[in-house]
């Protein structure tokens, strides 16, 4: 099987995030259990499960890959989406349960031992490493329209947070001896880090739904469709999404006393116009209906009165 270029970059971003994450995961842990900061330890552990959302990218990768086929006819790409909404409930859990150890420790309060100094140099390393695994996971998404390395950027954005969080409890702790601002900041970050999982979950049942986030598609198909001889009334048109490619449908009329090669070529024509002027269309299906023809029964699609 022939792995697209799109493919490829979605696994050599997942590459570098799993070599990155077990990096800064080893060197947390490690770092932590010497220091004594059991702080630092559960950010080693927290990057130790980003590892796993990475695994999950770079797996989808390979099945968005594979060409279409009798069972999925229009090919594997919405495992993207699948992908990114697993990927929200590993955010929602992470974040449900610094919440609940957060919770925790505020109502069962116990003496905390002050850790070593050296364990705020590994944060700051990890929060930097964290950055730019999140600044180069969202510029290759953005680039291959990846709904799920965007995600998962979001995912490393979250772990700076975690990461800064600590630091600052850690600061406290050495400056004011407040260990209890530590475990406020986490819950507050653990409240944030929930509220992120659910948007993400939220922006993918758009495109389960059959969905689309921009209605001037429609306009632009519309226009479109205008400009090419022989084609009016573009109706009943449908858009949506499969990952990053548009699937679009739609009715147009073309004069009735046409032979029906001379009515074909028109009908190509708009599909090739489409293509061409709407980036990353996968499919086009064209109904061509006499000029006039009016069925009052068709509920589903937009028409340009409709916008």
């Known amino acids: 099987m022939a792995i697209g270029k799109r493919e490829k970059k979605i696994i050599r971003a997942s590459q ?12 947390k842990i490690v770092v932590g259990l010497i220091a004594g900061s059991l702080a630092v330890v559960a950010d080693g552990v927290d990057s130790a499960s980003d590892i796993i959302t990475s695994l999950i990218t770079l797996y989808t990768a390979y099945i968005i890959g594979r060409p279409p086929d009798p069972k999925f006819p229009y090919g594997y ?17 992470a974040g449900a349960q610094l919440a609940i150890i ?54 490393m954005q979250n772990d700076v947070i975690i990461s800064i969080s600590v630091l600052v409890g850690l600061v406290f702790t050495f400056i004011f001896n407040l260990p209890v601002i530590d475990t406020i900041t986490a819950l507050l970050v653990s409240i944030y880090i929930m509220v992120v999982a659910f948007r ?28 090419v001889d022989g084609a009016s009334n573009p109706h009943r048109i449908r858009v949506r999404k499969m990952a990053h490619l548009y699937l679009i449908a739609l009715d147009i009329e073309i004069d009735g006393k046409l032979p029906l090669t001379d009515a074909h070529q ?34 589903f699609g937009v028409s340009e009165k409709d916008l």
């Not at 570098?16 to 060197?27: D, E, M, P, R, W």
């Not at 003496?111 to 950055?131: C, N, Q, T, W």
């Not at 389960?208 to 598609?217: L, R």
């Open 102 to 155: 957060s919770f925790r420790k505020l109502l069962y309060p116990v003496d905390e031992v002050i850790p070593s100094m050296f364990a705020i140099y590994i944060i700051i390393v990890s929060v930097f490493g964290k950055l730019m695994l999140s600044v180069y996971l969202r510029k290759v998404g953005k680039s291959v329209d990846s709904a799920m390395l965007i995600a998962n950027a979001r995912n």
């Open 200 to 227: 993400i979950f939220m922006q993918t049942n758009l495109e389960m739904m059959d969905g689309v986030e921009n209605s001037e598609i429609y306009k632009k198909i519309i226009h479109v469709v205008n400009h």
């Open 16 to 27: 570098v995030s799993i070599a990155g994450n077990a990096t800064l995961s080893l060197l």
């Open 77 to 93: 790409n919405k495992a993207d989406t699948i992908a990114t909404k697993v990927l929200a409930f590993i955010i929602f859990f």
């Open 266 to 299: 028109i009908a190509i024509r708009v599909e090739e116009s489409l293509k061409a002027e709407i980036p990353n269309v996968y499919d086009v299906l064209i109904h061509t209906e006499p000029t006039g023809n009016v069925e009052p029964d068709e509920v």
